[in-house]
């Protein structure tokens, strides 16, 4: 199973949202390098589900239970579909993933303009426990 960190404006489509309707159609990506990352998400793989704008934090998980298919007429875009699994115990912030030496290299520290980037193991183990506490 791979983990990944997508990223949505929480006026636009939240958690709560997610929750609320049961799952969703992750689209709209129009960024080439997240769509790649979109591509290679398989059924199973978690993802974190993060609120960008004003609140930059870490709120939930969620699972992709289809892979990706074409996204409108136009260009090589691709969706996937998420449902979600529990929220966070605690949001883990931007702050907070900024300030953990063993989040250094997570992707979306490196490119925060990607709204789809793959989590290394032990970087979600990390987030984990910064959620737990």
Do not use: C, F
């Not at 398989?42 to 998980?61: M, N």
């Not at 990706?68 to 929220?87: C, F, L, Q, T, Y």
């Amino acid at each position: 199973m791979a983990h990944w960190l997508l990223k949505s404006e929480p006026e636009s489509y939240s958690w709560d949202d997610l929750v609320r309707d049961g799952g969703t159609e992750w689209d709209g990506v129009r960024n080439n390098a997240a769509a790649l990352h979109l591509r290679a998400m398989q059924p199973g793989d978690r993802a974190l589900i993060y609120h960008s704008g004003g609140e930059k934090a870490a709120v939930g998980v969620a699972e992709i239970t289809r892979a990706a298919r074409k996204d409108g007429d136009e260009g090589n875009w691709v969706s996937v579909a998420i449902r979600p699994i529990a929220p966070l115990p605690h949001p883990v912030t931007l702050a907070a993933m900024k300030a953990e030496p063993a989040l250094a290299g997570l992707q979306m520290l490196r490119q925060s303009r990607l709204s789809a980037s793959p989590v290394g193991d032990a970087e979600w183990k990390t987030i984990e426990a910064m959620a737990a506490r």
